[in-house]
């Protein structure tokens, strides 16, 4: 340290791009920090710190961490510890200069690999960006040596040292983690597809926060839904969604679509306090929604469309703006296409058109003149293809005839109003025509990335990066890639993530077979590389997504070309 301090020293007062002479590092005892990106100016973005605390150096509580589930738990929880620690070391960078703050990519209320904490070997690593403090245009020393020397040390300590209230803490964070991985493993062996736990607040604090509402009602399971399953070692009671179309019902601000909204996080581990931790849902459930005035190339859409005006093929279908109807039915057949087990669908969130159709519409537009087939006519089709609907419906009870269980939201209660149902449809039965026939399953398609990467993405430098704005939106370059309907990209950093993914694809000089194939590819990268090994660019700003979302992510690649694979 005395030699990175003289170091500083000796460029204080210089030119701000002095500061490259510190790339590097320097030890406070065992502990190491390199400064491994400078920035060349005031104003760009950002220079990059990593820590390494050696084991063997640390309070860490390693006779907690067995496997790669525990490893996941233990960086959670030091991101967690850290966080606020940097947030406090921003607040004391001086006023009087430009510079010196501290940053850090915010933790959300999932538990995600990250690149800001990881364990490699035997070694904590912890990544922060530093804003070099200047002087106007000049090495700011003193503001320097407190940044570097003092405050990133004191953020460190943090990490590396517990005492025993932190320990039990951790033991909580670990056994939440594997309990949810347990629960959610056990979904298929007893046919659900969705769990959620008495006990479990779903509400949130409000329409912009992911925290947990302080006066939410907890989850009671109906008794007619209720299942116990076992997770380490221990029987959690709940709610079980069976496999097949499920059905919740009930009126306006009622929880309806707050329970949805919990069961499409649930493929997810949640933090304790969370609410959700013992909601959990099958890995590949896709939350489905319109979207109008998206692109869709060369998609099989023969599933919901027939008949297209101009003599338009159904089977090989593109557009640059996509209807709001046209949008939702592409997605369900993008969810076929890779694979997908289970469709989560709002009704507040849906083409009305898409889902059903009334008795007076279907006196007027007659099923063989309308081009799009609703959902309600091919809900029937994808259950006998083995995929599932969670659907939530306040006002259309045409689904009622094919639903094989009712739930009912009433004053944040569930109750099971699967009798209910069948009475109503009973009294009031409908006289839906049968819709055309579904025809083959769909073709596959295979996405052309490197012509579209030449064609969209000459970067003047000759390098290309993905920065994520939000988790709406990812710019791949100059591009603009839009993720505002992917409700369950769920943080900033898998946006970015699925940025570098989408490049690092682009990039092979194979081009996969077909999507499976090219999401396949990725996978079997991160396995090898984690997600560091999507980009050149070593940063603590990448966290980890499911395949569906980069599924869905190059699907909405304005300009991609997809072949017949």
């Known amino acids: 340290m005395k030699e990175f301090r003289q170091k500083i020293k000796r460029i204080a007062g210089k030119s701000y791009g002095c500061y490259r002479d510190l790339r590097g590092g320097f030890r406070v005892g065992k502990t190491r920090f390199d400064l491994y990106h400078v920035q060349?100016?005031?104003?760009?973005?950002?220079?990059?710190?990593?820590?390494?605390?050696?084991?063997?150096?640390?309070g860490l509580p390693l006779d907690l961490v067995r496997d790669d589930l525990d490893r996941l738990a233990l960086c959670d929880f030091v991101h967690r510890r850290v966080f606020p620690v940097v947030c406090e070391q921003s607040r004391q960078a001086g006023p009087a200069r430009t510079g010196g703050s501290i940053g850090m990519a915010r933790p959300s209320q999932e538990i995600l690999a990250r690149t800001a904490v990881q364990v490699r070997g035997e070694t904590l690593r912890i990544r922060l960006s530093v804003a070099l403090p200047a002087d106007q245009r000049f090495v700011a020393g003193e503001a320097a040596e407190d940044l570097l020397l003092r405050r990133l040390p004191e953020a460190a300590t943090?990490?590396?040292?517990?005492?025993?209230?932190d320990r039990e803490r951790f033991e909580l964070h670990r056994k939440t983690l594997r309990r949810a991985r347990a629960l959610r493993e056990r979904l298929k062996e007893r046919g659900l597809v969705a769990f959620v736990a008495d006990g479990s607040l779903l509400p949130r604090k409000s329409g912009d926060s992911d925290e947990p509402a302080g006066d939410g009602i907890p989850f009671e399971s109906p008794e007619a839904w209720r299942v116990a399953l076992e997770a380490e070692g221990e029987e959690v009671v709940g709610m079980g969604v069976p496999a097949g179309i499920s059905l919740i019902v009930g009126g306006a601000f009622h929880g309806k679509s707050t329970l949805l909204h919990a069961l499409e996080r649930g493929v997810y581990d949640h933090v304790p306090g969370d609410g959700r931790e013992g909601v959990v849902t099958l890995p590949d459930a896709r939350k489905i929604r319109c979207e109008e005035g998206?692109?869709?190339?060369?998609?099989?859409?023969?599933?919901?469309?027939?008949?297209?005006?101009?003599?338009?093929?159904a089977r090989r279908f593109s557009t640059a703006s996509a209807s709001g109807a046209v949008s939702?039915?592409?997605?369900?057949?993008?969810?076929?296409?890779?694979?997908?087990?289970t469709l989560l669908v709002d009704e507040d969130a849906s083409a009305v058109n898409f889902l059903f159709r009334d008795e007076r519409m279907r006196a007027l537009v007659d099923v063989s003149e309308e081009s799009i087939v609703p959902l309600v006519d091919r809900?029937?089709?994808?259950?006998?293809?083995?995929?599932s609907l969670v659907m939530v419906a306040g006002a259309g009870g045409d689904m009622l005839d094919l639903a094989d269980r009712v739930l009912a939201m009433r004053g944040w209660r569930p109750f099971d109003a699967t009798a209910e149902a069948r009475a109503a449809c009973e009294k009031f039965p409908s006289r839906r025509k049968d819709p055309p026939p579904p025809g083959d399953a769909p073709r596959r398609r295979a996405p052309a990335l490197r012509e579209w990467r030449e064609r969209n993405l000459r970067?003047?430098?000759?390098?290309?990066?993905?920065?994520?704005?939000?988790a709406a939106l990812v710019r791949l370059g100059s591009f603009e890639l839009d993720l505002g309907a992917l409700d369950q990209v769920v943080d900033r950093h898998q946006a970015q993530a699925i940025g570098a993914a989408i490049l690092w694809l682009s990039e092979q000089p194979s081009p996969p077979e077909d999507l499976p194939a090219a999401l396949a590819l990725v996978e079997r990268r991160l396995a090898e590389a984690g997600l560091d090994g999507?980009?050149?660019?070593?940063?603590?700003?990448?966290?980890a997504f499911r395949r569906e979302e980069l599924a869905c992510a190059l699907c909405r690649l304005r300009g991609l070309s997809t072949g017949e694979a």
């Open 379 to 387: 809900a029937a089709e994808l259950r006998r293809r083995g995929v």
């Open 158 to 165: 943090v990490a590396a040292w517990w005492d025993d209230g």
């Open 534 to 543: 999507l980009t050149d660019r070593a940063a603590g700003e990448l966290a």
């Open 40 to 58: 060349p100016d005031p104003t760009a973005p950002p220079s990059q710190v990593e820590i390494s605390i050696p084991f063997s150096e640390s």
């Open 328 to 341: 939702q039915a592409a997605a369900v057949v993008e969810a076929l296409e890779t694979g997908c087990s």
């Open 294 to 313: 998206r692109w869709i190339s060369d998609l099989d859409l023969s599933l919901f469309a027939h008949d297209l005006p101009g003599g338009a093929d």
């Open 459 to 470: 970067a003047k430098a000759g390098t290309v990066h993905a920065r994520a704005a939000s």
